[in-house]
């Protein structure tokens, strides 16, 4: 890969727990060009193998850091949230101490953003095993371009666009152009007053544009409403 990888991963007693962490490490080693570990300050001597591979690594970059949360799904967010915050490099890949990549999928997952450089993020096939039977199979965001507002979500469990920063986007989006606002607006007092009713026209667009503006689930659903009861009176009328 031409584009620098930075891989991350978080730990916390994978030991006891017989986590195959050292294989998901090594597994991903190949394709990373830094990888960075975040440890829960294991107790059980997870830290101390860490420590050693660490140190015959240069790729290795290890910390520790409290876990903070009221439930383990919390915990794990916030470890993950940290450890991504310290990773560089045009990509960053999220992975997990029992998640291991097959060495015959190393060279695709090294070509995809060769492949796609437009794409941001990747969804790619997961498999859960028990044992040696694969009993789920699904899709994760795994792999994704280092952008701050795409991270790990949910207990960690994949990555992506948090809610608030989602807004936060289409809002941008939205009032990239005044031309943005001025369209949107037209388009919905158009709508109506093709239907004749002009007084709720403008209600319907001032609506719409209040609700682009905070986002407000009521507000859009109100204005899809509106126009509804626009077009049941317009057929009444007719």
Not at 118 to 126: D, G, I, V
Not at 171 to 180: A, H
Request: glycine residues 4%; positive net charge.
């Amino acid at each position: 890969m031409d584009k620098e990888l930075c891989c991350y991963l978080v730990t916390k007693d994978v030991l006891s727990q017989e986590y195959p962490f050292l294989e998901a490490i090594y597994s991903m080693l190949p394709i990373c060009n830094k990888m960075i570990i975040l440890d829960g300050y294991s107790k059980d001597g997870s830290f101390e193998i860490l420590k050693t591979i660490s140190s015959k690594n240069k790729k290795i970059s290890l910390y520790q850091a409290e876990w903070i949360g009221k439930t383990f799904g919390e915990k794990i967010l916030y470890a993950s949230k940290l450890a991504r915050k310290k990773c560089n490099g045009q990509y960053i890949f999220q992975f997990q101490a029992n998640e291991i990549i097959h060495k015959d999928n190393t060279n695709l997952l090294e070509s995809l953003p060769e492949i796609f450089p437009k794409y941001q993020t990747f969804s790619l096939p997961y498999m859960q095993f028990l044992r040696e039977i694969p009993f789920t199979g699904e899709h994760r965001v795994r792999l994704h371009k280092n952008l701050e507002f795409i991270g790990p979500v949910g207990d960690a469990w994949t990555s992506g666009i948090e809610k608030k920063d989602l807004k936060n986007l289409i809002l941008k989006d939205v009032f990239r152009s005044p031309k943005n606002i001025v369209f949107n607006a037209f388009i919905v007092l158009l709508f109506n007053l093709s239907l004749s009713i002009f007084s709720l026209s403008i209600i319907t667009s001032c609506v719409f544009l209040l609700s682009l503006v905070i986002l407000n689930e009521f507000l859009i659903l109100f204005l899809f409403v509106s126009i509804i009861l626009s077009s049941i009176n317009f057929i009444i009328s007719i």
